[in-house]
C-alpha cells in the first residue's frame, strides 16, 4: 500500500526557524562556512541542520562546489521561501511596533510617475485625511521594477502598468487611469519655434528616456521602427522624473510623459508639451497586488479610497 502524502502542515512542523535562516544565507552567500558565521553557529552544526531540510523534503538542496555551494533547482525553490518568510516576518513586526507606537499599521505604495498626479496625490490625500495615523511610505520606479518588488512582498500594492512577463495566475490587475503619452521639452525650446513639427524633428534632439524594459520604453522605441525612423537616438536613462525634469529644464533634449504629469510641469512654466500626436500607446495605469495575499487592512483602505478618487 502506497504512503498516504504528507500534509504541508506537518512538514513545517519538522522545518525550523534556524533551517529557514540557514537556506537564506546559503542561497546569498553560495559558501557554507560563511553562512555558518553569520548565524553563529559552527560548520558541522550548519552541515547537520541542511542535512535535516534535505530529509524532510526528500531532495538534495545544494550541490558542493571547489569554491563554495550552488543552489539546486530544489534549492532555488527553497531559498525563495526563506527569503520570503523573513520579509514577512519583518513586515509583521514592523506593523507591530507601529501598533505598540500608536499608530494604525503601515503601507508601502508603488507607483510609476504617471500616476502621481491624477491618482496616487489624490487618493493618498483623501486617505491619511482619514488615516492621520498610518504610516506610507512611497516609492516612485518603472513598473518592471516595481512589480518584481510586489513579487517579493516588498511593496503591498502598485501602480503601474502590466509588463510581458507579469502573471495572471500570481497578480490580480485592476484598470485605472488610461491616458495619451505627450513629448515635452523646456520652454524656450528651439524646437518650439518652428511649425508643423514631425516624429522626424523630435528624433534629431537628445532624448531623457526611461531604461529599458519599462513599458513607456519598449513601446516608444517600436513607434519608431514602425515609422521607418532607425536612426540611433542620443539618451539619457533614467526612471525618476526629477531628474527626467531637470535635465530638460538645463538642456536641449526632449522626453515622454503622460499627459496629466506634463500638465502638471506646463502649469509650474517647467516644461511645454510638443504639439505632436505621438504614434504611442500606453496600457493603462493598474491597480496591481499579489493574487494570493490578502491586503492589510491600510492596503485595502488606500485600494478603497483609489477606487472612489477614480
Do not use: C
Amino acid at each position: 500500500m502506497a504512503k498516504a502524502p504528507i500534509s504541508d502542515a506537518a512538514l513545517l512542523l519538522r522545518l525550523r526557524t534556524r533551517q529557514l535562516l540557514l537556506l537564506e544565507a546559503l542561497g546569498r552567500e553560495n559558501n557554507l562556512g560563511r553562512a555558518a558565521a553569520g548565524l553563529g553557529m559552527s560548520q558541522p552544526a550548519a552541515t547537520k541542520l541542511l542535512q535535516q531540510v534535505e530529509e524532510t523534503m526528500g531532495a538534495r538542496l545544494f550541490t558542493r562546489l571547489a569554491r563554495g555551494m550552488e543552489p539546486t533547482p530544489a534549492g532555488e525553490v527553497l531559498v525563495r521561501y526563506a527569503r520570503q518568510a523573513l520579509v514577512d516576518f519583518g513586515f509583521a513586526r514592523e506593523q507591530v511596533a507601529a501598533l505598540r507606537s500608536g499608530l494604525r499599521g503601515r503601507l508601502r505604495l508603488g507607483t510609476v510617475p504617471g500616476a502621481l498626479p491624477q491618482l496616487l496625490a489624490p487618493a493618498l490625500a483623501e486617505f491619511k485625511r482619514l488615516h492621520p495615523r498610518v504610516a506610507v511610505s512611497v516609492l516612485v520606479e518603472t513598473s518592471d521594477v516595481m512589480i518584481a518588488l510586489l513579487e517579493r512582498g516588498e511593496v503591498d500594492l502598485v501602480l503601474g502598468r502590466p509588463t510581458e512577463r507579469h502573471s495572471d495566475e500570481e497578480l490580480d490587475i485592476e484598470p485605472l487611469l488610461a491616458e495619451p503619452q505627450v513629448a515635452v521639452v523646456r520652454t524656450g525650446h528651439p524646437l518650439l519655434s518652428q511649425g508643423g513639427i514631425t516624429l522626424e524633428d523630435l528624433v534629431r534632439w537628445p532624448w531623457v528616456l526611461q531604461p529599458p524594459g519599462s513599458p513607456q520604453r519598449s513601446r516608444f522605441e517600436s513607434a519608431l521602427r514602425e515609422a521607418g525612423l532607425h536612426s540611433r537616438l542620443d539618451i539619457t536613462e533614467t526612471a525618476s522624473t526629477v531628474a527626467t525634469t531637470v535635465l530638460l529644464e538645463a538642456s536641449d533634449m526632449a522626453a515622454i510623459m503622460p499627459a496629466s504629469l506634463a500638465a502638471h510641469y506646463a502649469r509650474l512654466g517647467v516644461l511645454r508639451v510638443v504639439p505632436l500626436e505621438l504614434p504611442l500607446r500606453v496600457p493603462s495605469i493598474h491597480l496591481i497586488t499579489r493574487r494570493h495575499r490578502e491586503l492589510s487592512p491600510a492596503a485595502q483602505g488606500f485600494a478603497h479610497a483609489l477606487r472612489a478618487a477614480g
